[in-house]
Structures are given as structure tokens and as C-alpha cells.
């Protein structure tokens, strides 16, 4: 990540009552001192394992070249920013990617709208690239943070500018799922997210016992809510209700895209 | 206390807890050699092949399952974390789509013995009398060549094998109750009832779900830790790993994970002999077979079928009708959130555990023929990340926040009956696997009465929700579960497969999966597929040496045959006098 970030405060959160940037903390949310690795002890061996190899090791990058690597660090820093969180506790988003794409890891399926995740990422940071030459005239890494977020957001949106040529050969509505399917798939697979967002985490043997009106276990700990706004110089934190569709193809934009393949 | 007073748990064996699994098999398992021609040979060992296996060894029959996954060491290999669990879940390639593409992977498709099983959330609700007859009743899909009462002794048996937990009175379909007692009240179970009690919609609690409430002989009780669909370590959800696979090794069945069948071989008389496969180490195998029955679900089962084709057979195998790969169904499985004040955890409790199938009829004041069900569910975080990028369009900073509100909110699945159409199927892609076999394209589309009942279905399980007393309501739209692609019917020219599970081009080819079924309903398939493997199983037993010797093709329903269930599940009711006198 890129440490200079953290310096600019209008890409800091802000207290909601005054304004004032917030400083980054070790765990964001709303849970102060709740640390789901501290229950490990209590965890089944295979279960420990997997999450704290997830914490310790930084794995060598394999598939991507060190460019495409700093461009996607790049896109990641905004599909999940984490200018919140002190450097040292910063969720490496990439690197789960990188060793998917390099052992060929699939969901095990792909969208016939889509091509292999291999190209699809080749081709995306392409077309990245051209949205950003063609809004701001520059490449995407050499924007700053708000046009950056600008040009994510409209792929985001579904109406890109530029690229019209790999657009038509790749669905972007599919391609964002793509994009944010990894990205969350790294960010709340580890540890420090479940702390962030109060999820008690793996439970056996122990068990859950509190089962109602969300209370939490002896060894978890209670919300302390704040209130607080994004960055100023970010664009993300807009949501907009999708519920009125009610087909997935519809909520995901891909309706008209319909399979030319018939046997 | 910061840590447990032997330290940190260990893997089981060193004498220092008592972890993992209970049940430990020391018999080594049987191995058939290629050369012997066993009896039957069945192609994946999940819902309906670990039951098969299990009532056909009992039999005496000598039986083979050939699974493309691994035999689980679930204390070693299962995990209590979302990221950590795909290698349950069918991550080889294919290709989705049509208008309405399905999700396929971790949404559907388990691999490794247990199969789906392994990966459910267990939900056991039966289908309803009315869904063997949809066309008589509604003009709509298709009648099943076998009705409700057919069913049901193995619908009650099969709820005493897992066994099923769930209310002493269940008032829809057929009304019945469970032996085994429900599941506690979670979070969301409790915001279903809140909800639907407001509404006056009657509502089922605890169950009918394959999770243990209580101990049972040595399987231990649900610990309510909410990873159900991760695989259950702790052995209290049901899966045939747990319930029909020990049983069947006990009896002489072999097991050979790891093998990916390639096609199934037919001999000039018009009988297959045996199938090919890739073993472990990737060498081509062939097992010489009496009889074989694919259980390989609805997209891998029509996928092996037209990977067969032969001369004679030159669009797939047993596919005379042009039927295999056809009337694939999904259900519709919008997940409805809402927002609450006081904080829910959804995480704990089992995803399973409250359900109304108050919807699931056809209602005349609709505009759509049949119905649907609203149902707990749990996601975890990863999956409540992705609903909040699908319902509420979140990224970014808006996605932080969101998430942080994870324990705020509750969620309900639908489960919508979508119709069975003959475009909605399994082809064979240009594209190679790593054996370089032809992937499955899947093509769905969706009809106007599935868009109309989704519709209905959605808005409705957002009024409960609001009903509940959410602050806020959202939507994510996807799919839930598949069956058809290889139907079962009394017309040979129409259906895939006879009443039996039988091919009716080849009398010694068995399916016997959720790709039989004619129509869905709105009930999760588990418990049916299930069911419908001791009924073709019961078949076979009772057609002994037949299957192996003639093309004959009884059509006697045999009577169901209990002795045969694994040991201490069942016999243990109120004595009742029924026979003559």
C-alpha cells in the first residue's frame, strides 16, 4: 500500500459531528478490542492453520508482472479502500488473486459473456487504462484519488467511455462482479475484517451459545457505534437499492446479453 | 481464560482431547480388481449414489462408487472459514448462460463422497401431493410418473436415517410430524416468526432440517457455529459421508475417490459394460460393470450421457428422446435483507432452521401458476459482501460501511418454483477440461410464469421482512439449487429415464440423481434425491439377477424394504397392530 496515502487527509475518513479527519486505526468498526485471532487456542488445528497462514505469510507474486501488480494494488486500494487502517494492518488484496490466477483457480464456472479470469484481468486493466486516458488524459495509476474513483465508477456504473472494443467482448456488468467477487472474497476472508465488522469467526469446537437477540459471547464484545463520513475526495460511498429487480441477469445488468451458443 | 487448560486444540489422536470424528472405520475397505465385472457401478457418491451404495452392499450386491472428489478427512480437511472451503464445492470449468444465466460452483455443485451433502444448509422440507401433478392440476410443466404416496414411506424413512430435525405438527403438503425435536431459535429464525406472525402467515420453527438438535447414539449435537454450508466438522449436520457410506463400506462396497469418469462403454447387444475413467494419477481406467447407474447431478449426469455418445447413440447416450440435457431447473432463490436496530449475529445458528411454505400452492388470485417458500439463511461475511455489491450496488467506502453493520441484519432466502422448459439445458462446450473432455454449457432462460412468480415471491418476502420491524429492506435476485436435464416419465420419446430411474433405451443404464425429476416444486431437493435412491434401490433389490440378464422391464413397485436402512434407524415407535388378522 501505498504509505504516502495516509498523509492526505481527504482520503481519511472524517467524525461525522465535526468534519476533522479521522486517524487510522489498527481495527476500524464499531467493536473496540475484539480480536477473533486471540480465540485461536480454541480452534480446531486445520481451522488455525488455514487463517493464520492467511495473516503470516506474504506469498511471492507468480503470476502478475510487478506493473500489473502496482496497477491492480492500485484499483484494490479503491473497490476496498483501507486508508482507515494503519499500514501494519493493511489486508493484502492482490496477492489472494495473484496465487488464484496462477494455480488457474476458478468459482468453476465463467459466463459465457466473459472470457477465461486470466484475460478477463489482462483485458480489464486495459480498458482501465483507456478509460482514464480518455476522461483525464492519463493513465490510471497517475491519477489522483478522486479521478481514479471517477473512472471506477464508471465501469461501476456500466457506462464506461472508452474501451468500446474490449467492452463489446467482455460483459462489464460481469466484469465488475469479477473485480469485487475477489476483492471481498480477500478483504473479509481475513481476520482483521471479522474484528473490523464484529463476526465472532470459526466456533468449533467451542460453540455458539448466545443465540438470540444478537448478543454476544463471553469472549466477544459489544458494539460502540460512531458516526463517521467517507473521504472527501471519494465518490464510493454512494449506494443505490437494486431491489426493485428481481432477476439476477436484470440486478446485474446483463439482460440484453443474451448466449449466442445453441448446439 | 485465554486459552483452553491443555493448550491450544490439537488434531485428534494424541490422546489429549476428545475432537474429531467419532465414528472411526477399521475395516479396510474392499478393492474389486477391472477384471472383476462387478454388479453395479455407480458413477458419483453424493445425495443419491451414497444411498444407493449403501442399501445395494446390504443386499449383497458387489458395488463400486467412483467419485471425481476426494473421501473427506474431515477433521483434516474441513475448515470453520468461508475462503478456506471451495475444494468442497465443483470448481472445474463450464460455461453459464442464456438470459438468465445460473451461478453454478459453490452455489450448486459439491464433488468428494457425500457430494452436496457435504455442502447444504440441510433444509428437508418433502414436496408437497400436488407437485407429482402439475399438468393435471395447472396445465403447467408435467405430471411425474410416480405420485405423492409412492414417495412418502421413503420420505419417513429416509427422515429417520439422517435423521431430520424439525416440529412435532408440519401443516403443509401432507401434514406430518418428526421424531427427532426442532432446533433452538437464532436471530434471523426469530425474525422470521416476528415477521410472518405479524402477517398471520403460520410459520414452521426448528426445522425440518437434517442437523441434529440433540446427541444421537455417538454423532454429537449442532453447535450452532453457522458453518453449515462449509462442510460440518462437528458431524451433527447430515450427509451420506456420515449416514450411508460407513454403513456401506461395513458391508463390502468399494470407494475409489479421485476418479472422473469419461464415458460409459455399450456393447453391441445394445447393455453397457463397464465405464472409463481417470484414476488419481490421471492414468485411463476401465471398470468392467453388470449394470451402471450415473449419479452425477444435473449438469455432470447429462454431461457424462453426451460425452458417450456412440454409434447407435450419436447424440448422447440414452438420449433416443433428444431429452438428455433438457428441462434443467433452478429455483428461484432471491436472498431478502433487512436491517435492524437491535443487533441480530446472524452468523450463529445454523443457516436452516424456520421456514412457511404458505405460498408454495397454486393460488387462483395470482397471475402465475405454483409457488414458493421464505427460509432462514445465515451468510457469512463473505456472502453477505457480495449481497451488499449485488443489492445495494456497494463498493468502496459505501461497502466498508455497509459491512460493518454485518450484525445488524437478517436475512431470508425464497425458494420459487421455476417450470421446467426444454431450453433451459446442459450441451457440451468447444472447451476442454484438464482430461480434455468437453465442458458442460448450461443455458438458462427464464419464462413469464417464473418471472411473474419471482416477482410476486420477492415482494412478498420484503413485506415480512418489513414486517418484521427492518429499518430497511434489500434484494439480492439468484438461484438456488438444480435438478432435471434428465427426466424421469412414462413416455420414452419425452423423458429420459422410467419410473424407476431405468434409461429407457438401454435396460441396464440407471440415472438416479435430481436430474430424474420431472418438476421442482418448492422444496429443497435434498430429501427428495435421497428418497427416490432407496426407491430405485428397493427396485433393483427386488429385480435381483434380472437387471444383469434380460432387457425386461418390470414395472411392479416393489414394497420398501426397511431391514435394509443402516442399523438402529427405525423400529423404535409406539407398538400399532396393522397387519391382518
Redesign the interface.
Same mark, same amino acid.
Given at each position: 500500500m501505498n504509505k504516502s496515502a495516509d498523509l492526505d487527509f481527504t482520503k481519511l475518513p472524517r467524525e461525522a459531528a465535526t468534519g476533522k479527519p479521522l486517524e487510522p486505526r489498527r481495527t476500524p468498526g464499531y467493536y473496540p478490542g475484539f480480536s477473533t485471532l486471540s480465540q485461536s487456542p480454541f480452534w480446531d488445528d486445520a481451522t488455525r492453520q488455514v487463517v493464520t497462514r492467511r495473516v503470516d505469510l506474504s506469498p511471492a507474486v507468480k503470476f502478475f508482472s510487478a506493473e500489473e501488480f502496482e496497477f491492480w494494488t492500485g484499483v484494490f486500494g479503491h473497490l476496498v479502500p483501507q486508508t482507515d487502517r494503519t499500514p501494519d494492518r493493511q489486508i493484502p488484496l492482490v496477492a489472494p488473486l495473484d496465487h488464484r490466477l496462477y494455480v488457474n483457480q476458478t468459482v468453476g464456472y465463467r459466463y459465457d459473456t466473459m472470457p477465461q479470469d486470466r484475460d478477463a484481468y489482462r483485458l480489464g486493466r486495459e480498458a482501465i487504462n483507456k478509460e482514464a486516458l480518455q476522461q483525464y488524459g492519463r493513465d490510471f495509476l497517475a491519477l489522483p484519488y478522486r479521478q481514479q474513483d471517477l473512472v471506477l465508477k464508471a465501469i461501476h456504473d456500466g457506462k464506461p467511455y472508452a474501451a468500446q472494443e474490449i467492452w463489446g467482448s467482455m460483459s462489464v456488468h460481469r466484469f465488475w462482479q469479477l473485480m469485487m467477487g475477489d476483492v471481498i472474497d480477500a478483504y473479509y476472508a481475513h481476520p482483521w475484517a471479522w474484528d473490523e465488522i464484529g463476526f465472532g469467526g470459526p466456533a468449533y469446537p467451542r460453540a455458539y451459545t448466545r443465540l438470540e437477540n444478537g448478543e454476544p459471547e463471553p469472549w466477544e464484545v459489544k458494539e460502540k457505534r460512531h458516526e463517521w463520513l467517507a473521504p472527501e475526495a471519494a465518490v464510493s460511498h454512494e449506494l443505490e437499492s437494486a431491489a426493485h429487480h428481481h432477476t439476477e441477469a436484470d440486478q446485474h445488468g446483463a439482460t440484453k446479453e443474451v448466449s449466442a451458443k445453441e448446439s | 481464560m485465554?486459552?483452553?487448560i491443555l493448550? $491450544?486444540?490439537?488434531?485428534p489422536g494424541n490422546d489429549q482431547h476428545m475432537?474429531?470424528a467419532l465414528q472411526f472405520l477399521h475395516v479396510p475397505m474392499r478393492k474389486f480388481t477391472q477384471q472383476d465385472e462387478v454388479d453395479y457401478l455407480i458413477v458419483g457418491i453424493g445425495a443419491a449414489g451414497g444411498v444407493l451404495l449403501q442399501r445395494l452392499a446390504r443386499a449383497g450386491f458387489n458395488v463400486v462408487g467412483l467419485e471425481a472428489g476426494p473421501f473427506w478427512d474431515t477433521?483434516?480437511?474441513?475448515?470453520?472459514?468461508? @475462503?478456506?472451503s471451495?475444494e468442497l464445492?465443483?470448481?472445474?470449468?463450464?460455461?453459464?448462460?442464456?438470459?438468465?444465466?445460473l $451461478?453454478?460452483? $459453490?452455489n450448486n455443485?459439491g464433488k468428494g463422497v457425500g457430494g452436496g451433502t457435504v455442502h447444504w444448509a440441510a433444509f428437508t422440507p418433502r414436496l408437497h401431493p400436488s407437485d407429482f401433478e402439475v399438468y393435471t392440476r395447472d396445465g403447467v410443466g408435467v405430471d411425474w410418473p410416480i405420485n405423492y404416496e409412492d414417495i412418502r414411506p421413503y420420505y419417513e424413512q429416509l427422515e429417520l436415517e439422517m435423521p431430520v430435525a424439525g416440529p412435532a405438527y408440519y401443516p403443509w403438503g401432507h401434514p406430518h410430524g418428526y421424531a427427532y425435536g426442532p432446533h433452538?431459535?437464532?436471530?434471523v429464525g426469530?425474525t422470521l416468526i416476528r415477521g410472518c406472525s405479524a402477517l398471520n402467515i403460520p410459520v414452521s420453527i426448528g426445522g425440518p432440517v437434517a442437523i441434529l438438535s440433540g446427541s444421537h447414539g455417538d454423532r454429537p449435537h449442532c453447535?450452532?457455529?453457522?458453518?453449515c454450508i462449509q462442510g460440518c466438522?462437528?458431524g451433527a449436520k447430515a450427509s451420506t459421508l456420515i449416514t450411508h457410506v460407513p454403513d456401506a463400506l461395513k458391508q463390502g462396497a468399494e470407494i475409489r475417490d479421485h476418479c472422473m469418469v469419461s464415458r460409459v462403454e455399450l456393447a453391441k447387444e445394445g447393455r453397457v459394460t463397464g465405464v472409463y475413467y481417470f484414476d488419481r494419477a490421471g492414468n485411463v481406467n476401465f471398470q468392467k460393470a453388470k449394470a451402471v447407474i450415473i449419479s452425477g447431478y444435473a449438469i455432470e449426469t447429462p454431461r457424462l450421457l453426451l460425452n458417450s455418445a456412440c454409434p447407435g447413440f450419436e447424440n448422447g447416450l440414452a438420449n433416443s428422446s433428444g431429452t438428455v440435457g433438457r428441462y434443467l431447473m433452478a429455483q428461484a432463490g432471491?436472498v431478502v435483507l433487512g436491517r435492524f436496530e437491535?443487533?441480530?449475529?446472524m452468523?450463529? @445458528?445454523p443457516p436452516a432452521h424456520a421456514l412457511t411454505e404458505e405460498f408454495y400452492e397454486t393460488d387462483p388470485k395470482n397471475d402465475f401458476a405454483r409457488g414458493f417458500a421464505i427460509q432462514t439463511v445465515g451468510p457469512?461475511?463473505?456472502a453477505?459482501?457480495?449481497q451488499m455489491? @449485488?443489492?445495494?450496488? $456497494?463498493?468502496?467506502?459505501?461497502?466498508?460501511?455497509?459491512?460493518?453493520d454485518?450484525?445488524?441484519w437478517a436475512a431470508f432466502g425464497l425458494l420459487g418454483e421455476i417450470l421446467p422448459w426444454d431450453d433451459n439445458r446442459v450441451?457440451? @462446450?468447444d472447451e476442454k477440461d484438464r482430461f480434455g473432455l468437453p465442458v458442460a454449457?448450461?443455458?438458462f432462460n427464464?419464462h413469464d410464469n417464473d418471472?411473474k412468480l419471482?416477482?410476486f415471491a420477492?415482494e412478498k418476502t420484503?413485506e415480512v421482512m418489513a414486517a418484521a420491524g427492518a429499518t430497511e429492506?434489500?434484494?439480492?435476485?439468484?438461484?438456488a439449487h438444480l435438478v432435471g436435464a434428465a427426466r424421469m416419465g412414462s413416455n420414452p420419446a419425452t423423458s429420459v429415464v422410467d419410473k424407476f430411474g431405468r434409461s429407457h433405451d438401454i435396460a441396464n443404464l440407471f440415472v438416479c440423481d435430481g436430474s430424474i425429476m420431472p418438476t421442482q416444486g418448492s422444496a429443497n431437493p435434498g430429501l427428495t434425491i435421497q428418497a427416490l435412491a432407496a426407491r430405485t434401490a428397493d427396485y433393483l433389490i427386488s429385480q435381483g439377477a434380472r437387471v444383469f440378464q434380460s432387457n425386461d422391464r418390470d414395472m411392479t413397485t416393489p414394497p420398501i424394504r426397511k431391514e435394509l436402512a443402516p442399523a438402529e434407524t427405525w423400529g423404535k415407535g409406539v407398538p400399532r397392530l396393522t397387519g391382518k388378522p
Open positions: - | 485465554k486459552e483452553p493448550g $491450544a486444540f490439537q488434531p475432537l474429531g477433521e483434516r480437511d474441513w475448515v470453520s472459514d468461508e @475462503a478456506g471451495h464445492y465443483w470448481e472445474d470449468p463450464r460455461v453459464t448462460g442464456g438470459s438468465d444465466p $451461478a453454478l460452483g $459453490a455443485c433452538p431459535m437464532g436471530g426469530n453447535i450452532y457455529r453457522g458453518f466438522k462437528v432471491n437491535q443487533p441480530v449475529r452468523y450463529k @445458528a457469512l461475511p463473505i453477505f459482501g457480495k455489491l @449485488a443489492s445495494k450496488k $456497494a463498493w468502496g467506502w459505501g461497502l466498508r460501511r455497509e459491512m460493518m454485518y450484525n445488524h450441451t457440451l @462446450a454449457h448450461v443455458s427464464l418471472k419471482i416477482k420477492k420484503m429492506v434489500e434484494q439480492e435476485a439468484r438461484y
